[in-house]
């Protein structure tokens, strides 16, 4: 009996995905960004270079073009991974997770561990040193690391007053304040060259009071 069936199309194959190439390797990224985070901060901006960078991740420099189009880029990619390192979004929670007081508390501690680290001090270091105000590269590092920080707690906070825990009327210039409050003259003074990174108790202090005096201005009562 012949059958009547309409005759089976051969099967197509579903066409591949189209993109840039192959999927990057996450631990090759990881490599280029652990290498270039040390590199920036001992040779700075202008001396480290893309080979050396390659070399220390033990990558080929076109892995590492396939990563990060070029140096600024890589350079901005490495202040964000040290940022997220020591604040991890998580911190920033909108949730309303917890006591205010422990939220602010584990923010505090992050930045401040941040801002001293041996990479932040050189950093900060080669953007202060002379030269153009116009430089790029100031502009890279501001909006990589500082201002990415900053927007993250200010939307923390906006999140805490919509709670009804804070009272603030301008929540940017608050985070510019917190901020301020944490750096002190201690990170004046590691800047400076004056003092080393300070023990930990020294740190809680200096924490503990810095957020108590900002919960004391805007705090609910």
């Known amino acids: 009996m012949v059958s009547t069936a309409p005759p ?3 099967q197509k194959t579903a066409p591949k995905p189209s993109g840039p190439g192959r999927p990057k390797d996450l631990g090759k990224r990881a490599a280029i960004l652990d290498a270039a985070k040390r590199l920036f901060a001992t040779e700075g901006f202008a001396g480290a270079s893309m080979d050396q960078i390659a070399a220390e991740a033990g990558v080929s420099k076109l892995t590492l073009y396939s990563h990060f189009g ?31 007081r422990a939220q602010l508390k584990a923010i505090a501690s992050g930045f401040f561990a941040l801002i001293s680290s041996d990479e932040a001090i050189s950093t900060h270091r080669m953007m202060l040193a002379p030269g153009n105000a116009d430089d790029p590269l100031r502009k890279l590092f501001w909006e990589a690391g500082p201002k990415r920080t900053q927007d993250e707690f200010c939307a923390f906070l906006q999140a805490r007053i919509g709670a009804g825990e804070l009272d603030i009327a301008d929540p940017e210039r608050a985070t510019q304040q917190f901020f301020a409050l944490l750096k002190g003259e201690l990170h004046g003074r590691m800047l400076c060259g004056l003092c080393a990174r300070p023990p930990r108790g020294e740190v809680t202090a200096h924490v503990d009071a810095a957020v108590d005096m900002f919960l004391r201005a805007y705090a609910v009562r």
């Open 8 to 10: 089976t199309s051969r």
């Open 70 to 100: 070029d140096k600024e880029a890589l350079f901005a990619a490495a202040i964000r991974a040290k940022c997220e390192e020591m604040l991890p979004p998580d911190l920033f929670n909108l949730e309303l997770k917890g006591p205010l």
